[in-house]
């Protein structure tokens, strides 16, 4: 029922890719996991891949952009929902059991995060982003919380960007007529490490003060940000 997406260039976060897949839930669904860059090793991939026959790995030559690297993942995909998800982030095993149903409940065409939980891994803060904003539509969501319905590439691509391809996407399908619902906040964390690491390269202590608000000091974040309820 729903194919998830992550497109990588760090191959480090191999066993971060294939836990928060494989850890959800929610039964129907496939990985395509699409390498973006020309050194990197698939056949490592492919041997923890191995025997699955739910996750399909390829690698796309480096100077594909992030975008045309979610739309090929989307061409490949073989159910009605995408799901992206980033490649060193945090999706609890309830993230898809609790985000999938919001679209039997609402009529909308793309869900996700607009307040969502992020951790500060150096600092060992957990904040949370742009409070209040749970259960309503929206014109933005975190860009690794984005879920649509597969209909919605026949309208909308995503651009040939390396950054900010999702954040166009979102606009272009609010333009189109598509609507955005925000979920809750729980079950997933954006993890902040070194700020270099990023493709969003903005300072940590800039990203905590843009409607960031600190939850706890704590080395265990997913204690608190993991619920089995859509509320």
Known sequence: MVSVITSTVRQEFIDNVFQNFECQLWEDKELIIILNRND???????????????????????HYTLGDCLNFGVEK???????KFDDDDYYSPYYLKTMLPIFNEVD?????????????????KLIIKRPGKEHTFTK???????IFKKA???TVK?????????????????????????????NYVMIRRNSREHTWKIDNDLFMRRKGKIVAYTNDYKDITTKDDIY
């Open 108 to 124: 909308t065409d793309i869900i996700g995060k607009t307040t969502f939980y992020a951790y500060m891994n150096n600092e060992k």
């Open 40 to 62: 990197m090793d698939i056949t490592e991939w492919k041997e923890k891949a191995s025997g699955k026959e739910n996750i399909q790995i390829y690698q796309l030559p480096q």
């Open 158 to 186: 995503f651009g040939k960007r390396r950054v900010g391809s999702d954040v166009d996407f979102l606009k272009d399908c609010l333009n189109k007529g598509f609507k955005i619902y925000a979920g809750s906040k729980n």
């Open 77 to 83: 995909a073989n159910y009605d929902y995408i799901a």
């Open 152 to 154: 919605v590439y026949e």
């Open 140 to 146: 933005w969501i975190a860009g690794g919380t984005i």
